[in-house]
């Protein structure tokens, strides 16, 4: 009886859910896609035709291509690898800061820690436990390479990312679980001059966490109540992989 109770409730659950808007949070990605400049393009290769009896292709790219999760271990010696994160820790209360028109009129953009407390004060304190995505709509430029690089006549990139100050608070004083952002890195491109290096993406991963970059349609999201699930192979030892993230609206 307890068994037939505990399906039932659980069907119950699963339909409740499907009953709610689902929202793709991921970027089809491809060999032309946007992607980190150090790497290479992604190349696609077909090795059987359905003439052969079936249809199958190799996929050659980077762990960090497309909207893809970074493990702790991708910046921080002797921390997780990706097939070490929890499940239950990929399923968190999503939490969106939108600061999209802010990037729309300043390019270089850097989340500061007073824009979360201004943040709060409109829409309730940030909860622990979340996952806090921060929205741009950078991800509105994709897949123009140009446009979501966004280099001026030295070759610099202006993209908006996260201030070290406003990370601290989250993961100090929030105590957040994960972040996410629009762009390829977590820090603004205007930081990662000035300090030579990424040290906001340093010190995400360095909290034992993950983040998921290159997120898109954070606009079709409420700036509280939904959940973000992101779904993601096993590879062994791996430092990231692309990730079929998605949030369940309230």
């Known amino acids: ?16 859910l499907k009953k709610k808007n689902w929202v793709d949070l991921t970027h089809t990605f491809g060999p032309n896609s946007p992607h980190f400049a150090a790497f290479d393009d992604a190349e696609f ?43 239950k820790e990929l399923v968190l209360p999503l939490v969106v800061i939108d600061m999209s028109k802010e990037a729309l009129e300043n390019n270089d953009f850097t989340l500061s820690k007073e824009d979360i407390l201004a943040f709060e004060a409109i829409n309730g304190e940030i909860e622990a436990g979340t996952f806090v995505a921060l929205r741009t709509d950078w991800s509105k430029r994709w897949p123009d390479k140009t446009a979501f690089e966004n280099k001026d006549e030295a070759g610099n990139s202006h993209l908006p990312g996260w201030g070290i100050d406003a990370l601290r608070f989250l993961f100090e ?7 996410g952002h629009e762009t390829f890195d977590t820090d603004s491109s205007i930081d990662v001059r000035k ?35 992101n779904i993601v192979a ?14 369940i609206l309230p």
């Open 1 to 16: 009886m307890a068994t037939v109770q505990a399906g039932t409730e659980l069907q119950q659950a699963i339909a409740l």
């Open 45 to 87: 290769k077909t090795l059987f035709t359905h003439d052969d009896g079936f249809f199958a292709q190799r996929f050659t790219f980077p762990g960090q291509y497309g909207t893809h999760i970074d493990a702790p271990i991708h910046f921080v010696q002797d921390q997780r690898y990706l097939e070490e994160l929890e499940l």
């Open 173 to 179: 004083e929030r105590n957040v679980n994960a972040v």
């Open 195 to 229: 300090n030579g290096s990424l040290i906001g993406e340093y010190y995400v991963l360095e909290q034992d966490t993950y983040q998921v970059e290159l997120l898109t349609n954070l606009d079709k999201v409420p700036t509280k109540g939904a959940y973000i699930f």
């Open 234 to 247: 096993k590879p062994e030892k791996a430092t990231g992989f692309p990730v079929r993230s998605f949030a």
